[in-house]
């Protein structure tokens, strides 16, 4: 089965602690994306990457960093410096960084920082 | 930089036909114009994508003018499992360091009655 898959749908940390979302294609894309939303509200862009080894600040990057070391996968880490971590993470893949190309979502990791 | 404009929410019936407007500016010339829509809790996922005139799928309609500064998503005869928020996504006609950005529109959010 190809898609992408976000663990863990849920997870609870307490204020001061790293967390790290995990994000897995086996679509073979070489594009990836984060995306915060909080309720009732759009996507906001945390992080990009193009392709392996690679990836850009997007909109609200502070407080967040990722790492691409493999091409299917590209996890988020929510850092302490997070000023208000708790919402719904979305990470998205796609063939290439354009709108033309479909992006692929997943699940969602729904985080509580408390 | 790119700009979009949707409507926060709009309200239709079951069997009426909806027409959603994202406006957007100074998005890339060589890119489609994507929707996306997102149930609550979920991903987004893809509807429709086009470039200009008028483009139709098994579950819906674009229509995008010659300036490409707008683009319509019709739903024709919606039913309940319609209600759903939906995102027009476009390309950043900055390209700035070789890499392209994308911008999704901030949603509008369908509400279907009976």
């Known amino acids: 089965d190809g898609g992408i898959t976000q663990s863990p749908k849920y997870l609870f940390r307490k204020e001061g602690q790293n967390v790290t979302l995990s994000c897995e294609q086996n679509l073979n894309h070489d594009a990836m994306y984060w995306y915060r939303q909080d309720p009732g509200q759009g996507l906001r862009l945390i992080y990009y990457?193009?392709?392996?080894?690679?990836?850009q600040k997007g909109d609200i990057a502070e407080g967040y960093s990722v790492s691409r070391e493999k091409k299917e996968s590209f996890p988020l880490t929510v850092t302490s410096a997070q000023k208000n971590p708790t919402a719904f993470y979305l990470c998205?893949?796609?063939?290439?960084?354009?709108?033309?190309?479909?992006?692929?979502f997943g699940p969602g990791t729904r985080l509580t920082v408390t | 930089l790119a700009k979009t404009t949707q409507p926060i929410s709009m309200d239709s019936y079951e069997g009426q036909e909806v027409n959603i407007t994202c406006s957007h500016n100074n998005i890339a010339t060589n890119d489609y114009i994507t929707w996306y829509q997102q149930f609550p809790s979920q991903g987004p996922r893809f509807i429709i994508q086009?470039?200009?005139t008028k483009v139709t799928n098994e579950v819906a309609s674009l229509f995008i003018p010659a300036d490409r500064k707008s683009s319509t998503l019709s739903l024709p005869r919606v039913s309940l499992s319609d209600t759903a928020v939906y995102y027009c996504l476009v390309g950043d006609s900055m390209f700035s360091g070789g890499y392209n950005k994308l911008i999704f529109g901030a949603g509008t959010r369908l509400a279907v009655h009976p």
């Open positions: 990457s193009q392709i392996v080894n690679d990836f």
């Open positions: 998205a893949s796609s063939i290439g960084d354009r709108a033309t190309y479909e992006q692929y």
């Open positions: 086009g470039y200009k």
